[in-house]
């Protein structure tokens, strides 16, 4: 019997429209550009500044379009998870608030939260359904508003997140040189201490104190999360080529999570790979967590061939952190 595996088969993305600049920041709190192109190499970053708007606002167009790129029948979708960290609500799951918006009746979803690697695990999740033969056609969805938990009074923190979506049509292949091939996920609780939101949950309950203490927003500890990203991300990377013999010159791209360009840059010296087969774009869109990862593949899309073999790697609050190796399932079209 072939093994079945799971295959991108489509990917679209929506972004806002609003473009938040370096030199607006800079008269929001005492910044610079020169200091940020710096520290994290974000330039620009896009804002959901609409009302009343929130993440299912965005998965929901890049779930529109990814339908009609593959021609697909909201009615054929049998699976719809959406990775987040800022859902539209505490419940029920954005996957099902994107679901009604899009038409989509007949498939179960769910949210799934790893930080900035919601999206690789849930590639990993995604793919599991797929393999198991039942599931044809999967979407997975990576959307975040960080502009709804930024603290534009904190000049640490707030220019480093950005808004957007993404979303990928997940199918069964029997092509050996296709699909989703291996992964490898981690995740160890003593990195809660560094990254987190103090406020909001059940622990911590929001009351007029925590509203009033700004404890609903991103907590960073910069330098121990710097610190642990640039290992942990290099080290799985760089596991991941080992085990399927992967070189420089046979790895096709690195598509990194996009929180710091000096971690990217590390990761890719540690893999010796040439910047150009590193996806890059947080100079335009700075870190939308769950998003990073589709917005590169979606960016890149036009030069992706059949075949090319691809590593995805990320490192999230909690800490959490993984690579995924698949070999890409179409050519441009």
Same mark, same amino acid.
């Given at each position: 019997?072939? !093994? $079945?595996? =799971?295959?991108?088969?489509?990917?679209?993305?929506?972004?806002?429209?609003?473009?938040?600049?370096?030199?607006?920041?800079?008269?929001?709190?005492?910044?610079?550009?020169?200091? $940020?192109?710096?520290?994290?190499?974000?330039?620009?970053?896009? &804002?959901?500044?609409?009302?009343?708007?929130?993440?299912?606002? +965005?998965?929901?167009?890049?779930?529109?379009?990814?339908?009609?790129?593959?021609?697909?029948?909201?009615?054929?979708?049998?699976?719809? &998870?959406?990775?987040?960290?800022?859902?539209?609500?505490?419940?029920?799951?954005?996957?099902? &608030?994107?679901?009604? #918006?899009?038409?989509?009746? !007949?498939?179960?979803? *769910?949210?799934?939260?790893?930080?900035?690697?919601? *999206?690789?695990?849930?590639?990993?999740?995604?793919? #599991?359904?797929?393999?198991?033969?039942?599931?044809?056609?999967?979407?997975?969805?990576?959307?975040?508003?960080?502009?709804? $938990?930024?603290?534009?009074?904190?000049?640490?923190?707030?220019?480093?997140?950005?808004? @957007?979506?993404? @979303?990928? +049509?997940?199918?069964? /292949?029997?092509?050996?040189?296709?699909?989703?091939?291996?992964? $490898?996920?981690?995740?160890?609780?003593?990195?809660?201490?560094?990254?987190?939101?103090?406020?909001?949950?059940?622990?911590?309950?929001?009351?007029?104190?925590?509203?009033?203490? %700004?404890?609903?927003?991103?907590?960073?500890?910069?330098?121990?999360? *710097?610190?642990? @990203?640039?290992?942990?991300?290099?080290?799985? =990377?760089?596991? +991941?080529?080992?085990?399927?013999?992967?070189?420089?010159? /046979?790895?096709?791209?690195?598509?990194?999570?996009? =929180?710091?360009?000096?971690?990217?840059?590390?990761?890719? %010296?540690?893999?010796?790979?040439?910047?150009?087969?590193? +996806?890059?774009?947080?100079? !335009?869109?700075?870190?939308?967590?769950? =998003?990073?990862?589709?917005?590169?593949?979606?960016?890149?899309?036009?030069?992706? #061939? #059949?075949?090319?073999?691809?590593?995805?790697?990320? *490192?999230?609050?909690?800490?959490?952190?993984?690579?995924?190796?698949?070999?890409? @399932?179409?050519?441009? !079209?």
């Amino acid at each position: 019997m072939e !093994k $079945i595996r =799971a295959a991108i088969t489509g990917i679209a993305a929506f972004l806002p429209d609003y473009i938040l600049t370096n030199e607006e920041i800079s008269r929001m709190v005492d910044t610079s550009d020169e200091w $940020i192109m710096t520290r994290v190499g974000i330039k620009t970053r896009r &804002i959901l500044r609409e009302p009343g708007k929130g993440t299912s606002d +965005m998965g929901a167009p890049a779930v529109e379009e990814l339908l009609r790129k593959t021609n697909t029948h909201p009615d054929e979708v049998d699976l719809i &998870i959406c990775s987040t960290v800022t859902p539209d609500h505490p419940f029920p799951a954005t996957a099902n &608030i994107i679901a009604d #918006k899009v038409g989509i009746k !007949k498939a179960f979803g *769910f949210d799934l939260n790893a930080a900035c690697s919601s *999206f690789l695990y849930g590639l990993s999740v995604a793919s #599991k359904f797929v393999e198991s033969g039942r599931y044809k056609k999967v979407v997975l969805v990576g959307a975040d508003k960080m502009s709804s $938990i930024t603290d534009y009074t904190d000049r640490t923190t707030c220019p480093l997140f950005g808004d @957007a979506a993404g @979303a990928v +049509m997940l199918e069964p /292949t029997t092509d050996p040189n296709a699909g989703v091939i291996d992964e $490898i996920l981690h995740s160890d609780g003593y990195g809660r201490v560094h990254l987190h939101q103090k406020a909001g949950g059940s622990v911590k309950p929001a009351s007029h104190q925590t509203v009033e203490a %700004r404890e609903h927003f991103i907590y960073q500890e910069g330098q121990a999360v *710097f610190k642990a @990203a640039v290992a942990a991300m290099a080290d799985v =990377a760089v596991e +991941m080529m080992h085990r399927h013999q992967l070189t420089p010159e /046979t790895l096709a791209w690195l598509v990194p999570h996009q =929180a710091n360009n000096r971690i990217i840059e590390a990761v890719a %010296r540690r893999m010796e790979l040439p910047r150009e087969k590193v +996806m890059i774009n947080i100079e !335009k869109y700075g870190n939308t967590t769950s =998003a990073t990862l589709p917005l590169c593949l979606w960016e890149w899309e036009p030069k992706l #061939k #059949k075949g090319d073999n691809i590593i995805l790697a990320t *490192f999230g609050a909690g800490f959490t952190w993984g690579s995924l190796y698949l070999k890409w @399932a179409y050519d441009p !079209k």
